[in-house]
T-cell receptor
Framework: DAKTTQPPSMDCAEGRAANLPCNHSTISGNEYVYWYRQIHSQGPQYIIHGLKNNETNEMASLIITEDRKSSTLILPHATLRDTAVYYCIVEGGSNYQLIWGAGTKLIIKP | DAGVIQSPRHEVTEMGQEVTLRCKLISGHNSLFWYRQTMMRGLELLIYFNNNVPIDDSGMPEDRFSAKMPNASFSTLKIQPSEPRDSAVYFC???????????FGPGTRLTVL
């Protein structure tokens, strides 16, 4: 079973920030939070990951709560090409045995 | 960088036939994952290789499935004999090291009639 809980779907207006929540209340101290996305008919694509601190890269920001039981992926200025299924995964530092849940289907609307 | 390369991209075959899926890793990567994705079961890990050695094949559905990594840059996933329930998209992903992120190929869409 997936170790994370995500809403099945979300909408966001183009140009706005998309905030995707993820609950991982059973996360242990050495487990990272990873985010991948899968655009229709393509392989999953890595977005960002973090352990405790907030992280930012050219694609997104990751905000992890202090207790690490939840996190939020932020796409600062969503475009139509960001429409995809977004997966939140917790993994024990070896990047092995990623357990993929159902993810959140994010639809960006013009 | 060409990324992970998979072939064929689409395969349609009849029940009972042998199917071979191929994957070429990103240059310099030394570990490979084979996944299967269906609407019903989502993305499932089938097998993981590290430095050409199978580390965990517990996700391989049954003896009809076999995977090899004959060299550091190439892997095959074989299904013999194939069944309609094997219809899915099969992805491979490679990583450079155990803490690296996974880079996925474009997938092979398999249809078994």
């Amino acid at each position: 079973d997936a170790k994370t809980t995500q809403p099945p779907s979300m909408d966001c207006a183009e140009g706005r920030a998309a905030n995707l929540p993820c609950n991982h209340s059973t996360i242990s101290g050495n487990e990272y939070v990873y985010w991948y996305r899968q655009i229709h008919s393509q392989g999953p694509q890595y977005i960002i990951h973090g352990l405790k601190n907030n992280e930012t890269n050219e694609m997104a920001s990751l905000i992890i709560t202090e207790d690490r039981k939840s996190s939020t992926l932020i796409l600062p200025h969503a475009t139509l090409r960001d429409t995809a299924v977004y997966y939140c995964i917790v993994e024990g530092g070896s990047n092995y045995q990623l357990i993929w849940g159902a993810g959140t289907k994010l639809i960006i609307k013009p | 960088d060409a990324g992970v390369i998979q072939s064929p991209r689409h395969e349609v075959t009849e029940m009972g036939q042998e199917v071979t899926l191929r994957c070429k890793l990103i240059s310099g990567h030394n570990s490979l994952f084979w996944y299967r994705q269906t609407m019903m079961r989502g993305l499932e890990l089938l097998i993981y290789f590290n430095n050409n050695v199978p580390i965990d094949d517990s996700g391989m559905p049954e003896d009809r499935f076999s995977a090899k990594m004959p060299n550091a840059s190439f892997s095959t996933l074989k299904i013999q004999p194939s069944e309609p329930r094997d219809s899915a998209v099969y992805f491979c992903a490679s990583i450079q090291g155990p803490t690296d992120t996974q880079y996925f190929g474009p997938g092979t869409r398999l249809t078994v009639l």
